[in-house]
């Protein structure tokens, strides 16, 4: 199971951390994704970081603004967003894989419920 959260309202150039625990899986065995989706578009990757943490890579959208973690002891991983702009309104979904640290929904079979972010100008 995972559960994001952390979402809120915040204003344009703010900051929000969002966190995904995971329970029941052995969270260090897996990538880790985070996508977004907003309303009437389809589903966009925005980061995501390798079982180990080393490797991260991120959407044109986030670089610079977003970062990816994990605490692989506290079996959470985290994204932290900054410089927050209306168009990164969406709910945000953490996702966990184990076919490789990819840019695609397809190698993340597991999902959390998504945590709403909205950034108003």
């Known amino acids: 199971q995972l559960q994001a959260s952390g979402g809120g309202l915040v204003q344009s150039g703010d900051s929000l951390r969002l966190s995904c625990a995971a329970s029941?899986?052995?969270?260090?065995?897996?990538?880790m994704g985070w996508f977004r989706q907003a309303p009437g578009k389809e589903r966009e990757f925005v980061a995501g970081i390798s079982w180990s943490g080393v490797i991260t890579f991120y959407a044109d959208s986030a670089k610079g603004r977003f970062t990816i973690s994990r605490d692989n002891a506290k079996n959470t991983g985290y994204l932290q967003m900054n410089s927050l702009k209306p168009e990164d309104t969406a709910v945000y979904y953490c996702?966990?894989?184990?076919?490789?640290?990819?840019?695609?929904?397809?190698?993340?079979?597991?999902w959390g419920q998504g945590t709403l972010v909205t950034v108003s100008s």
């Open positions: 996702a966990l894989g184990d076919l490789g640290a990819t840019r695609s929904s397809d190698n993340y079979a597991y």
């Open positions: 029941g899986r052995t969270f260090s065995n897996y990538n």
